[in-house]
């Protein structure tokens, strides 16, 4: 049934940038620990005669996700007054750039190559919080006034999946760019996802819901893919479906209906003469392009072209300090070692016991090496996981990683003498000698349970594969 | 030096009732100072009182005050000429508004009255300059011609411009004026209703309580020019006309420094160029920043009589 229909989705992403202050008040924009309203000045309480002094570290850091996102940046463009009575925003009025944005239009490419066009990105001040009890409700302003800039996409996303995709690179792209921290816990991006479903090839676009407020990739996802087929059981059923905001609860795994949207609301926008007009020099704009950091679609290419899996890939791009290393450990080494670095991100710094770690600690010098020692066969697969995480502790810092091996004793045993005593101990042992005449019999099964003999007598540090080489060459 | 002050204009602790947003504000005490009293009060200034303008200006005439600072929307200022004393309506970002109860926020100023344009000049050197409070206040006053070389020209004007620049004045000043009031909806301050039965009733009640008839009149005008598309046809179009008064006021002003006429307050407003009154009603606008030569130009004109 579903096949016959295709979705359409737009994304719109409210980003909190990562200012000290808020975006017109020098009033710390910090508040998580906080009381309420402990951070909120005379002018984020609307009190008559304050007046708004634009902060331009949130100009420069709306730029900076502004060109992560490929965006235009206007040179000019100015704030508007958006009324509306709600006691969390206590202008009356939330000021933001609704006819010239500080973005023009940009895109995102999502990691399965589709490209997902922006609309436009602006800047504009987050609204306070409202907390309801029995029957009263109580405000808190200390959001009140956070800078955020708002990004809109156009509808060219098709499928559930890429609306996860899109929210992930976004979240990727504003952290990457440092314009925010990505806390998505405390709702450093929330996501409205806008929804409509239509016949395949049809010319128009169906009725749209949009899901508000939704801040985790899954719950995009599978809101997205809730909301498609609601709209394809509306239409199969000959039922209209209504234009309304919805929201997601994530127990239930429902959308359910907030407010109608059947009339447009006014929010009587028009320009706040009380900020002057942002004018922004081309030269201020380029330093700040200049400063820019490499971004997850530049990791992502050089990557697979070093042949590193998509999937570890795409789980280091979450750690922008884990794909920087891995960029500078494929300068200085080959494909090969460069693959192993990365399996070892994956598979063993970013395992749950190992959270916690500063993941900047260990330097690409460090990290090829350790590479290279498992690669030369001076460290077992066990012995290198653990040497790694030895390379995360601060204590560690300076140490080559051959000497921290040594350290920890863990470099295997390469040299044909001593693994040659340590054969001829086992060898000599009583156990050993039915495994011996087994193996003359022509059991390979025996050879393994001698080997482990060897390992336990080294105290696992055997070259496992030499040391097969060697006890074969004894027995003849 | 003692001053008056609007009672618009904010020190803190002392009851707030701009005329227009009174009653919303009943119980108000301020919780700021505005820059201006804050900069006389460093000066060492001492404030008479804290009043309408009218009583204000009273003040200035009697004696008891130096100058008196009043909120200027459309050129209230000019009503100096009334009590015989000179009125400037500065440039706009001149003085700095903080603290000043806003109502059309592009024309909002504070205006100055005082016996003589030279007391006027001492009360700007002393309010005037940027603050970090207000992003509109512009830093170089000191700029425009010296007196000596100013030249003055009358400005004629028929009446439907001075018309169309009074309506285009008006729209503007609905339009900002509801905006600004919408912060007068009882939730955090002023006047706030008893037994509303829902949030939407508390803002209903409370507005319609608090603010006068007259707030009342300008907030449904405001509305009406910025509801859909009379956006277009009401306040785009009245910012238009402002621009071309703007921009046909620069063209006078290209081998002239000062404008001599009638009505020019609204005009001076809509453009944002400083005016001045003189006690014996003659008004002279002069270009963007050069309120400080214009008064000067005035001390001339009153020492060449």
């Known amino acids: 049934m579903s096949d016959k229909y295709e979705m359409t989705i737009g994304i719109e992403c409210h ?46 850091l709306a730029i900076r996700g ?6 235009k940046v206007n040179l000019k463009s100015r704030f508007d007054r958006k009324h509306y009575f709600y006691p969390d925003l206590p202008g009356g009025y939330q000021r933001t750039q609704f006819f010239h944005p500080i973005i023009g239009e940009g895109e995102v490419v999502l990691p399965n190559g589709n490209r997902v066009g922006i609309h436009h990105a602006h800047l504009e001040e987050d609204a306070g919080k409202l907390t309801h009890f029995g029957d009263y409700s109580l405000v808190d302003l200390n959001r009140a006034g956070t800078p955020l800039i708002e990004i809109v996409s156009h509808p060219d996303i098709h499928s559930a999946e890429d609306a996860r995709l899109f929210a992930e690179e976004l979240w990727r792209l504003m952290t990457y760019s440092g314009a925010c921290l990505g806390d998505l816990y405390h709702g ?64 239930t795994g429902k959308t359910t209906g907030q407010r109608s949207k059947e ?42 072209e070093a042949g590193v899996a998509d ?33 070892l991100f994956v598979g063993t710094l970013l395992a749950e016991e190992n959270s916690g770690l500063n993941y900047r600690a260990a330097s690409a010098e460090r990290l090829a090496e350790l590479a290279k020692m498992n690669e030369d066969g001076e460290l077992s697969s066990t012995a290198t996981k653990q040497v790694l995480v030895a390379l995360y502790n601060k204590n560690n810092g300076e140490k080559l990683t051959k000497a921290l091996a040594k350290e920890m004793n863990l470099l295997q045993e390469n040299n044909d003498a001593a693994l040659g005593a340590i054969i001829d101990e086992v060898l000599a042992d009583k156990a050993a000698a039915s495994a011996i005449a087994d193996i003359k019999n022509g059991e390979q099964k025996a050879i393994g349970f001698l080997i482990g003999l ?23 | 030096m003692k001053y008056a002050l609007d009672s618009g204009i904010q020190k803190k602790g002392d009851k707030v009732d701009a005329y227009e947003v009174q009653k919303t504000l009943e119980g108000y005490h301020a919780p700021i100072t505005a820059t201006v009293v804050k900069r006389l009060e460093e000066a060492g200034a ?116 001075v018309k169309t620049a009074e309506v285009a004045h008006m729209v503007i000043r609905a339009a900002e004026t509801a905006s600004s009031y919408y912060r007068y909806d009882g939730i955090r301050f002023g006047h706030r209703a008893k037994d509303a039965k829902s949030l939407k009733d508390l803002y209903n009640k409370s507005r319609a309580e608090g603010l006068t008839e007259d707030s009342k009149k300008w907030i449904l005008f405001g509305t009406y ?49 400083p005016v001045v009154i003189t006690p014996e009603g003659k008004q002279y606008i002069g270009k963007r920043k050069s309120d400080l030569a214009l008064l000067q130009f005035v001390a001339d004109m009153k020492e060449a009589k």
């Open chain 1, 454 to 476: 060897i390992m336990k007598k080294s105290q696992g540090k055997a070259n496992p594969g030499r040391a097969r080489e060697l006890l074969l060459k004894k027995i003849g």
């Open chain 2, 225 to 273: 020019v910025l509801l859909g598309e009379n956006i277009e046809r009401c306040l785009i179009k009245a910012q238009k006309v402002r621009t071309m008064i703007i921009e046909a006021l620069e063209k006078e002003m290209v081998t002239t420094e000062v404008l001599s006429g009638s009505d020019l307050g609204v005009i001076a407003a809509l453009a944002g160029l």
């Open chain 1, 263 to 304: 009339t447009a609301d006014d929010y009587l926008q028009f320009p706040d003469s009380d900020v002057p007009p942002l004018n922004l020099t081309k030269e201020y704009v380029d330093e700040i392009a200049a400063k820019m950091p490499k971004l997850p679609q530049d990791y992502r290419a050089v990557f697979r």
């Open chain 2, 46 to 161: 001492e404030l008479a009182q804290h009043a309408g303008y009218e009583a204000n200006m009273v003040a200035v005439e009697k004696g008891m005050a130096t100058f008196a600072l009043n909120t200027d929307v459309g050129g209230e200022v000019m009503a100096a000429a009334e009590n015989g004393l000179y009125g400037l309506r500065p440039s706009y970002g001149a003085i700095s508004r903080y603290g000043m109860i806003a109502s059309a926020s592009s024309m909002d100023a504070i205006g100055v009255t005082a016996k003589t344009p030279e007391d006027i000049r001492e009360a700007l050197m002393l309010i005037a300059g940027p603050d970090g409070m207000d992003s509109t206040v512009f830093d170089d006053l000191a700029t425009g011609a010296k007196s000596g070389s100013m030249r003055v020209r009358e400005l004629e004007l028929d009446e439907v411009r």
């Open chain 1, 311 to 343: 999937k570890t890939i795409e789980t280091l791009l979450d750690h922008q300090v884990l794909a920087e290393r891995l960029g500078q450990v494929l300068e200085i080494t080959d494909m090969k070692i460069t693959i192993k670095v990365a399996n």
């Open chain 1, 66 to 71: 502004g060109l992560a996102l490929k965006g």
């Open chain 1, 15 to 60: 980003v909190q940038l990562a200012t000290k202050t808020k975006l017109f008040s020098g009033i710390d924009n910090d508040a998580r620990d906080k009381e309420p309203n402990a951070c909120v000045s005379p002018g984020d309480y609307a009190i008559p005669g304050t007046l708004p002094v634009l902060n331009e570290a949130a100009v420069g």
């Open chain 1, 188 to 251: 450093n991006m929330r996501f409205d996802v806008n929804v409509s479903v239509a016949e395949k090839g049809a010319k128009e676009l169906g009725i749209r819901t949009e899901i508000k407020n939704i801040n985790s990739f899954r719950s995009i996802e599978r809101a997205a893919a809730y909301e498609f087929e609601r709209h394809v059981a509306l239409i199969e059923n000959g039922e209209a479906v209504k234009r309304e905001t919805r929201g997601w609860n994530d127990a």
